[in-house]
């Protein structure tokens, strides 16, 4: 398999650990949103969308990282980042939520350029405006995880789920955009957690071929 992405994206990120929590092995195709690579016509033919991450199959183009992060747990499903239980894999999925819907959007790269040349944003701005959205996804997130009182060293239970497959991309991007996160001690200790692991260390933007 291929997968097409970009070391500092966060779905890209998000994806990457979702894989090697699997155990599955791609072929690394860097695609370089700072000269705006994935807006040519050679990325457009993989993935429409312009969008990373893409994760050729072999069979077919996959794209949008919900999408296949479900694929990836419908087809191999152990290890498995959800919990068998269905209030349970829903709540694993509102935390994921948290992150996929309400805070990575408004703070991916196409909105920030957006606010830079067309509101005349400058850095100090674009900061003050992830650090918003930031605050306020992780602020639900921390009250979920704390009011948990089954939780274990992860967002959920002893093992990675979904949720922190989401999360730990989300505190690497808020360190990136000079976010206090001392506030957050619980969100904090599930990423030592999640740092210990392998899976965590080898996706992290700083140790991706195109991160030079």
């Not at 155990?23 to 860097?30: F, K, L, N, Q």
């Not at 703070?107 to 957006?114: A, K, M, S, Y």
């Not at 830079?116 to 997130?141: H, L, M, P």
Request: hydrophobic residues 45%; aromatic residues 8%.
């Amino acid at each position: 398999m291929k997968l097409y992405n970009f070391f500092r994206s966060g779905t890209s990120h998000r994806l990457r650990i979702a894989l090697n929590l699997k155990g599955i092995a791609t072929d690394y195709v860097a695609v370089d949103l700072r000269v705006e690579e994935h807006l040519k016509d050679a990325f457009k033919a993989v993935n429409p969308q312009q969008l990373v991450p893409a994760l050729d199959t072999g069979e077919q183009v996959l794209i949008q990282s919900p999408a296949i992060i479900e694929w990836l747990e419908e087809k191999y499903p152990t290890p498995a980042l959800l919990p068998t239980e269905v209030n349970q894999r829903a709540h694993v999925r509102a935390l994921a939520a948290i992150v996929g819907c309400d805070i990575h959007p408004i703070n991916n790269r196409r909105i920030l350029e957006t606010l830079r040349k067309q509101f005349g944003a400058n850095e100090e701005a674009v900061n003050a405006w992830c650090a918003t959205w930031i605050s306020a996804g992780f602020d639900a997130y921390e009250a979920l995880i704390a009011a948990d009182t089954q939780r274990g060293r992860f967002s959920f239970g002893d093992t990675p789920t979904v949720a922190d497959v989401y999360l730990i991309p989300q505190v690497e991007s808020a360190r990136r955009f000079k976010v206090d996160l001392t506030q957050w001690p619980h969100i904090m200790a599930v990423e030592k957690a999640c740092m210990t692991l392998e899976a965590f260390q080898k996706a992290a933007p700083g140790q991706q071929p195109d991160a030079g």
